[in-house]
């Protein structure tokens, strides 16, 4: 069986802050009396991933997702555990044979200049990833054409839209074909189409080159569209590892039925929980009759529980352990 391209082992990680009080006399306080806080971001994970995985990180606002990236990425060093890419490279040490094999999208750091158009930047990274001319002019228009973005390469990145800016930001952390990619919220702010064909193409690279992914999203249509597996983040602990289905067998615990209705129920049922704007969710054990008019039902599923669902109850408890 060959090694995991990522191995995780027991990692910790904390981040220490000062805090600031207010005023002037809050800061006179500070220079003598500083008040430091300390925040477990990632506490006691392990992780691995074998080539070709697609592994979705799933976690509440600050679970500890984005942490747990840059530890695996080299941005931030660990603090006690082990982290190791490619069996034998410790990220930190971000040796540059190391980081030619990995591609990085932060959703909150951009690769790309304000004032120049992405080709300029494209070309920049060209040279430090010493790529052939060639092969980055033929990989380059493969990636803006299936992205759709083929006109804005000499475009200033200020005058783009977020979802052409974020394309881009994607086609730099590809240009030197990583064999690990690591995204953190790729499709926030993009509209449905484009989300979809972002997730269609990664799908395909991934097939077609066996290219690992890692990602963050709070999407989890996303997630389910494109991950064969997914870690749970809660509280910087790891709660869960496995497929959706996994997840959702583990912790559904009421049969529900999902129902989709011709226009938005107003007012809402009791009972009856919206998930999008006609689509719904009821807890079938609650039930003697159904709370909608049959007349207003497109179509009934009776199910376990959706990701949503699930997620939701899990990131509202505290701190739930594996
Ligand atoms: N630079 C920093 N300094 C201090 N604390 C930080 C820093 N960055 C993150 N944190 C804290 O670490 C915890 C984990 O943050 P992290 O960004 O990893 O979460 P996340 O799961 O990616 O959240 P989100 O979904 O909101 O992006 C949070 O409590 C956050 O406030």
Do not use: S
């Given at each position: 069986m060959p090694s995991p391209i990522i191995s995780v082992d027991h990692a910790n990680f904390s981040y220490v802050t000062f805090t600031k009080q207010a005023g002037f006399s809050g800061a006179w306080h500070d220079l003598f009396h500083r008040q430091k806080s300390t925040v477990?971001?990632?506490?006691d994970v392990s992780l691995h991933v074998n080539r070709g995985e697609v592994l979705g990180l799933l976690g509440a606002n600050g679970a500890g997702k984005t942490t747990l990236i840059k530890l695996m990425t080299g941005i931030l060093p660990i603090n006690t555990g082990d982290v190791r890419l490619?069996?034998?490279?410790?990220?930190?040490?971000?040796?540059p044979a190391f980081l030619q094999r990995i591609g990085v999208m932060l959703s909150q750091k951009s690769q790309l200049a304000w004032d120049l158009p992405p080709l300029d930047t494209l070309v920049l990274l060209r040279e430090i990833y010493y790529i052939p001319h060639d092969a980055f002019t033929t990989w380059l228009a493969f990636l803006t054409k299936e992205l759709a973005v083929t006109p804005q390469l000499h475009v200033p990145v200020r005058k783009l839209s977020l979802g052409q800016r974020i394309k881009f930001e994607l086609i730099c952390a590809l240009i030197h074909k990583p064999e690990i990619l690591f995204l953190d919220e790729?499709?926030?702010?993009?509209d449905v189409s484009s989300q979809a064909n972002i997730y269609r193409f990664l799908k395909q690279l991934n097939r077609d080159t066996q290219m690992t992914i890692i990602l963050t999203s709070h999407n989890t249509k996303d997630i389910e569209a494109l991950a064969q597996r997914v870690a749970v983040i809660n509280h910087g602990h790891k709660i869960f590892d496995g497929t959706v289905t996994g997840l959702i067998s583990r912790y559904a615990t009421v049969p529900l039925l999902e129902i989709v209705t011709d226009t938005p129920l107003d007012p809402l049922p009791t009972h009856v929980r919206q998930v999008d704007a006609t689509h719904y969710e009821i807890d079938?054990?609650?039930?003697?009759?159904?709370?909608?008019?049959?007349?207003?039902?497109?179509s009934v599923n009776r199910h376990n529980g959706s990701l949503d669902a699930i997620l939701t109850q899990l990131f509202s408890e505290e701190a739930p352990t594996q």
């Open positions: 477990a971001a990632v506490q490619f069996t034998d490279q410790v990220p930190f040490r971000k040796r790729p499709t926030i702010g993009i079938a054990t609650a039930l003697t009759e159904l709370p909608i008019d049959p007349r207003r039902i497109l």
